[in-house]
């Protein structure tokens, strides 16, 4: 039994992917030719919301000279509609039940997403999931940080870990420390046969 686990959040625990990904559309429709210019801007850039907007309005201005306001214009729009929506997502199937067994086993729960930090807080405590998590842990600070925090700070061994995600990074966070990793949901990274 694993004394830690660590959940990723959207597409993990709650159903949101798609809200994320949508959300970068709904901010810049109107704008002429938005929808193929922000598919592009997301076909290269594998990063912060702010990496995609500032990637967006450099090609839309045809400038590097973008000014931060202009970025964090369409990032507060952004979490505006997103953070909304996902405080109201429905929950992956199982997700609340699995949560409630592991802490009923004494499982300490951790929750590691690259949402900022401040936006994840505000939606756990909108959910009413506090409760479950011994800590939040989302952006700037990367999944691997996260881990080997916890692995610094808990005094427990790498066997005694594990991480439950959706996403390549969820892999590579638990393949760069060596803990076991759970794939759920759409498991990019994961292969059919790994898939949990």
């Not at 686990?5 to 704008?31: A, C, H, P, Q």
């Not at 929808?35 to 045809?62: A, C, I, P």
């Not at 842990?137 to 916890?150: C, D, F, M, Q, Y």
Request: net charge negative; proline share 3%; aromatic share 8%.
């Amino acid at each position: 039994m694993y004394k830690i686990i660590v959940f990723d959040f959207d597409g993990t625990l709650v159903d949101s992917n798609s809200i994320k990904s949508d959300g970068f559309y709904r901010v810049v429709e109107g704008d002429i030719g938005s929808v193929e210019l922000m598919t592009s801007v997301l076909k290269v850039v594998n990063g912060t919301r702010w990496d995609v907007f500032h990637t967006y309005l450099t090609k839309r201005q045809s400038s590097t000279a973008v000014k931060s306001r202009e970025v964090e214009i369409l990032v507060t729009k952004y979490n505006m509609i997103v953070d909304n929506a996902i405080v109201s997502a429905p929950e992956m199937p199982g997700a609340i039940q699995l949560l409630d067994r592991l802490l009923l086993s004494g499982c300490k729960l951790i929750l590691s997403s690259a949402t900022p930090h401040v936006n994840l807080t505000s939606i756990i405590e909108r959910r009413g999931w506090k409760h479950y998590f011994e800590s939040i842990h989302g952006a700037p600070v990367s999944k691997i940080n996260t881990l080997e925090r916890i692995l610094a700070t808990s005094l427990v061994s790498v066997s005694d870990l594990a991480v439950v995600g959706d996403g390549s990074d969820d892999r590579e966070s638990a393949d760069a420390i060596g803990c076991h990793f759970f794939p759920v949901g759409e498991a990019r990274g994961s292969s059919d046969l790994e898939r949990i």
